[in-house]
């Protein structure tokens, strides 16, 4: 139900822009509703990355504070993850969900930070 896109191959110390939609929610569902980036990375348990409340209200990680931004577009029902500066250690599948994980996890977007 939340399709997530935008990842790929970039070196360290560049940008990505994830995203993601939720073409079945509708948009009286989708707009109160803090969403969330999440990422797991080889060998590791899915951690929550970034969210943002229905009145965009955000928090993040420690581990990405600074570098990623999340933002939302109601109309269009997405979000958004501006990913900068990236590390080796950003590699991961990123995933969206709503704050509770309430939706079933789709397949994700790869990202891998490697030169």
């Known amino acids: 139900q939340l399709q997530a896109s935008g990842g790929g191959l970039v070196q360290p110390g560049g940008s990505l822009r994830l995203s993601c939609r939720a073409p079945r929610m509708i948009t009286n569902t989708f707009a109160p509703k803090t969403m969330a980036w999440y990422r797991q990375g080889p060998g590791k348990q899915r951690e929550l990355v970034a969210r943002?409340?229905?009145?965009?209200?955000?928090d993040y990680a420690d581990s990405v504070k600074g570098r990623f931004t999340i933002s939302r577009d109601n109309s269009q029902k997405k979000v958004y993850l501006q990913m900068s500066s990236l590390k080796p250690e950003d590699t991961a599948v990123y995933y969206c969900?709503?704050?509770?994980?309430?939706?079933?996890w789709g397949q994700g977007t790869l990202v891998t930070v490697s030169s």
């Open positions: 943002i409340t229905g009145s965009r209200t955000t």
């Open positions: 969900n709503d704050d509770h994980e309430n939706y079933a």
